[in-house]
């Protein structure tokens, strides 16, 4: 059984431009979240998707968008990047609100 | 809002000892805890939880966790460390808003396990 998957591994872009990063939910998980992981830090919550909806936001600027597929897969993104949004990019899955399963992470480097 | 704070940044023990590492949290409410571990560059682990019943939890590769409402902590603990267990540890609590659920994590600690 695959657990969460996350795409691409590492990530670098430049400033202004913009991302997407992908999650592939463990199998039997409908509930996406996304987290942003800095440097010497605790993750912080960006915000989760149930049945294709937004359900809650961290504290993060509309900069942060994402979406949740019918096949319950995610992709966040962000745009006009920021330095400051370098940082490793968690998805966690979940059934409900049942113990979140994090993926590998998304390495993103914006020079 | 809920939060837990992880007071040291760093905990060193020789292999073969307990150890400790500390996490305390302020809640509205009932307490949902977690403990995660981090390994370099990789995603964080789940270990265990407490949600309501046994202080004491038990969870993944021998760790377990101590629920203390008095003292308002949710230390994890190992009878006997490996050098293996060197990793970044995170406690976590479950912030339950209207429509979904977030985790609110501490800053973390790193744990060297000398041989």
């Known amino acids: 059984d695959a657990g969460v998957t996350q795409s691409p591994t590492h990530l670098i872009k430049t400033r202004g431009q913009q991302v997407t990063l992908r999650c592939s939910p463990k199998s039997g998980h409908d509930t996406v979240s996304w987290y942003q992981q800095a440097l010497g830090q605790g993750p912080q919550f960006i915000f989760q998707y149930y049945e294709e909806e937004e359900r809650q936001r961290g504290n993060f600027p509309d900069r942060f968008s994402g979406h949740q597929f019918p096949n319950y897969s995610s992709e966040l993104n962000v745009n006009a990047l920021l330095l400051g949004d370098s940082a490793l990019y968690l998805c966690a899955s979940s059934w409900g609100f049942d113990e979140q399963y994090f993926g590998p992470g998304t390495r993103l480097t914006v020079t | 809002a809920q939060s837990v704070a992880q007071p040291e940044d760093q905990v060193n023990v020789a292999e073969g000892n307990p150890l400790t590492v500390k996490c305390t949290y302020s809640v509205s409410g009932n307490p949902y805890l977690f403990w995660y571990v981090q390994y370099p560059n990789r995603g964080l682990q789940f270990l265990l939880k407490y949600i309501t019943g046994d202080n004491l939890v038990k969870g993944s590769y021998g760790f377990e966790a101590e629920f203390n409402k008095s003292q308002t902590s949710f230390h994890l603990k190992k009878p006997s460390a490996l050098v293996s267990d060197s990793a970044l540890y995170f406690c976590?609590?479950?912030?339950?808003?209207?429509?979904?659920?977030?985790?609110?994590f501490g800053a973390g600690t790193i744990l060297r396990v000398k041989s």
């Open positions: 976590a609590v479950r912030d339950i808003g209207e429509y979904g659920n977030k985790l609110v």
